[in-house]
Nanobody, 121 residues
């Protein structure tokens, strides 16, 4: 089970840190990703991290502004979001999968419930 948190309302240029806490002892064996879905749009890949945390990948739209990380001792993955833009407004979801850097949402077995991020201009 995945529980996402940390969303909120922020002005453009601001920062937020999302967290995704996982239950169960198998967390460290999964690759983790963040996706987002804006109203009327399809869910899109944002960032991924492999099981050890040594490999990461980002969508071009967030590269240089967002940072994904994980703490396997705490069963938690994070998404640090800086220099936020109004177009980053979406519901953000964390997901767990067996392979690293899968950009298709259909490749993921487990999903969190989503946390709303709203960036005002």
């Amino acid at each position: 089970q995945l529980q996402a948190s940390g969303g909120g309302l922020v002005q453009a240029g601001g920062s937020l840190r999302l967290s995704c806490a996982a239950s169960g002892r198998a967390f460290s064996s999964y690759s983790m990703s963040w996706f987002r879905q804006a109203p009327g749009k399809e869910r899109e890949f944002v960032a991924a991290i492999n099981w050890s945390g040594k490999s990461t990948a980002y969508a071009d739209s967030v590269k240089g502004r967002f940072t994904i990380s994980r703490d396997n001792a705490k069963n938690t993955v994070y998404l640090q979001m800086n220099s936020l833009k109004p177009e980053d407004t979406a519901v953000y979801y964390c997901a767990a999968g067996s392979s690293f850097y899968q950009v298709s949402s259909s490749e993921y077995s487990y999903w969190g419930q989503g946390t709303q991020v709203t960036v005002s201009s």
